[in-house]
């Protein structure tokens, strides 16, 4: 299964754009990118999910390039409520090669006013 | 819809005991699993289940049993209780969407184990 990396903490502002990045060199041709977003004493919430170039909804955008060994999560104007970790996850859907995907450490966002 | 639900929300175990950790879904998902996570550290997958009768390891399966029997439920079994089993647990499902895969966790259960 396909490792990521992701810093471990940023900090921004209300208002402003956030990107994280994750990278995932030794992802496979069947796997999926998937962001997940966490809350203190709360399960993770599906945020986006893409296989390349970009992918939008209502939540956050989705950056994935031609070579697909990273990604970006990007969300727009931030506000104190989507201070939470965000998790990049890397891994063929169920059905696929082993049916599970890996989480690792996230990304622990601090969103001040 | 009530999604996933978990029971109990908070157990206090001492070594050696055994217990089962609930996990239903009413949203008819095929897939379900079941995830630890420690204190500062991301969710770890213990055991998941494709459907009714099938089920394989995670990453951290020794000392967990599960079944599925129906598609809506999936304990957890702690077969004797170790403190280094303290931890929140999530139960997680989600449907087979032909390649999309979107899943929902249940509100967690917080095993401590003295």
């Known amino acids: 299964l396909a490792k990521t990396t992701q810093p471990i903490s940023m900090d921004s502002y209300e208002g402003q754009e956030v990107n994280i990045t994750c990278s995932h060199n030794?992802?496979?041709?069947?796997?999926?990118i998937t962001w997940y977003q966490q809350f203190p004493s709360q399960g993770p919430r599906f945020i986006i999910q893409?296989?390349?170039t970009k992918v939008t909804n209502e939540v956050a955008s989705l950056f994935i390039p031609a070579d697909r060994k990273s990604s970006t999560l990007s969300l727009p104007r931030v506000s104190l409520s989507d201070t939470a970790v965000y998790y990049c996850?890397?891994?063929?859907?169920?059905?696929?090669?082993?049916?599970?995907?890996?989480f690792g450490k996230g990304t622990k966002l601090s969103v001040k006013p | 819809n009530a999604g996933v639900t978990q029971t109990p929300k908070f157990q206090v175990l001492k070594t050696g005991q055994s217990m089962t950790l609930q996990c239903a879904q009413d949203?008819?998902?095929?897939?379900m699993s079941w995830y630890r996570q420690d204190p500062g550290m991301g969710l770890r997958l213990i055991h998941y289940?494709?459907?009714?009768?099938?089920?394989d390891q995670g990453e951290v399966p020794n000392g967990y049993n599960v079944s599925r029997s129906t598609t809506e439920d999936f304990p957890l079994r702690l077969l004797s209780a170790a403190p280094s089993q303290t931890s929140v647990y999530f139960c997680?499902?989600?449907?087979?969407?032909?390649?999309?895969?979107?899943?929902?966790f249940g509100p967690g259960t917080r095993l401590t184990v003295l």
């Open positions: 030794n992802i496979a041709t069947n796997d999926y």
């Open positions: 289940s494709v459907g009714a009768g099938i089920t």
């Open positions: 996850l890397v891994g063929a859907p169920y059905g696929g090669s082993q049916g599970n995907l890996i």
């Open positions: 997680a499902s989600s449907a087979d969407r032909g390649g999309f895969n979107e899943q929902f």
């Open positions: 949203m008819n998902h095929e897939y």
């Open positions: 893409g296989y390349k």
